[in-house]
């Protein structure tokens, strides 16, 4: 984040220096880049092994000339469409020729479980668990096809909007506490990960519904997590 813009005081309530200040005094910029380049060579040669380390210590050092970098080619990319001018407009804004419309709103049924979304926030938390997240985030498309005109939309929905969720707002009690178990666990399923499989049709995208692909994830879905991960330096 810019320094301009950045007051690390905000966060750091100690009397701690803050990091950017340690930042400035124990790293120069010469021994920043070495790290960095460093780091770029066990990435590319990881795959061969490492034959030797280095030190990053600079005693016994032999300083070398600089070398200017290349200036970088243009980019032969051109944009397929006309800019458009800035506008505070709270709607979709796209270029002549093109066309915009909605996909996979918040509340699309996945499956024959969930209801039809309601605009008065009365659907359970059992329909949200089977319908497409609140508010769409980052996402990607995963053909099932060469064609690419089949496929699986992975949507993340990263927060929720209570007052919708429900007709009147979360419930609280005289304590302020929650008392209705269905509107958190509605608010549960509003927030994770959206598996909606889409597919070309005469020129547009549609959702496919009701199919096997379909699913939700959310921070009450049981899972099994598997993998590993192994790094070898090799002397």
Not at 1 to 12: D, G, V
Not at 149 to 155: A, E, F, P, R, Y
Not at 174 to 179: A, C, E, I, P, Q
């Given at each position: ?12 309530k ?12 124990h ?29 990053d ?14 200036t970088?080619?243009?980019s ?17 804004a ?24 309601k ?11 089977n ?12 053909p ?12 993340n929905?990263?927060y ?5 969720l429900?007709p ?5 009690d ?6 209705v178990?269905?509107?958190i666990?509605?608010?549960i399923?509003?927030?994770g990960?959206s ?13 496919v519904?009701?199919d ?7 921070g ?10 192994s ?5």
């Open positions: 984040m810019s320094k301009a813009t950045f007051n690390p005081t905000r966060f750091n100690s009397k701690n220096t803050p990091f950017n200040e340690v930042m400035d005094a790293l120069s910029r010469r021994n920043f880049v070495k790290r960095g380049l460093g780091l770029s060579a066990m990435t590319a040669f990881g795959g061969f092994g490492l034959s030797a380390c280095g030190s210590n600079d005693d016994n050092s032999t300083e070398e000339t600089p070398t200017t970098p290349e970088p080619t243009q032969s990319a051109v944009l397929g469409f006309e800019s458009i001018p800035g506008s505070l407009t709270d709607a979709v796209i270029p002549a020729g093109y066309s915009a419309y909605v996909l996979a709103p918040w509340g699309t049924p996945l499956n024959s479980k969930a209801a039809a979304w605009d008065d926030g009365s659907n359970t938390a059992e329909d949200q668990a319908s497409v997240g609140m508010h769409h985030d980052g996402m990607h498309f995963f099932l096809s060469d064609a690419g005109d089949d496929g699986l939309l992975c949507i929905h990263e929720i909007d209570q007052s919708a429900h009147t707002g979360p419930t609280y005289t304590d302020g506490k929650r008392t178990i269905d509107e666990r509605k608010e399923n509003a927030h990960v598996v909606v499989r889409i597919k070309l049709v005469s020129g547009m995208w549609q959702v519904e009701n096997s692909y379909n699913r939700r994830f959310t009450a879905t049981v899972m099994d997590v598997a993998g590993c991960f790094l070898q330096l090799i002397p």
